[in-house]
């Protein structure tokens, strides 16, 4: 019995590593997207070509994402914004963001 539950965990663990890596094929193709928007201007367009693609729509999967409309048109919102992913995910990044809604809502 012990083994089969080490067994699952490790199975688990090894599901987790692996959808880690297809987000992180997300954050690269997003990366990609927004150098091609600020280098050609065709960004948002570039990123749901590849959403819609079969192996865009299997890397969202793999990563946990569904693969519908709704999350193309956010992919496509956030390369039209021109932030970076690692500066979108940056800590400062955060508290600025919140500052901003803050300030909005008084």
């Given at each position: 019995m012990k083994d089969f539950v080490d067994g699952t965990?490790?199975?688990?663990?090894?599901?987790?590593?692996?959808?880690?890596?297809f987000a992180?094929?997300?954050?690269?193709?997003?990366?990609d997207a927004i150098a091609d928007d600020k280098k050609y201007g065709n960004g948002p367009?570039?990123?749901?070509?590849?959403?819609?693609?079969r192996d865009g729509r299997e890397?969202?999967?793999?990563?946990?994402?569904?693969?519908?409309?709704?999350?193309?048109g956010g992919l496509m919102e956030?390369?039209?914004?021109?932030?970076?992913?690692?500066?979108?995910?940056?800590?400062e990044e955060s508290e600025r963001r919140h500052a901003a809604e803050q300030a909005e809502a008084a």
């Open positions: 965990a490790f199975n688990n663990e090894q599901g987790n590593r692996a959808r880690k890596l992180a094929v997300v954050l690269a193709a997003l990366d367009e570039q990123i749901a070509r590849w959403a819609r693609s890397v969202l999967s793999c990563a946990g994402i569904d693969p519908n409309e709704r999350v193309v956030f390369v039209s914004k021109g932030v970076r992913t690692s500066v979108a995910l940056s800590r």
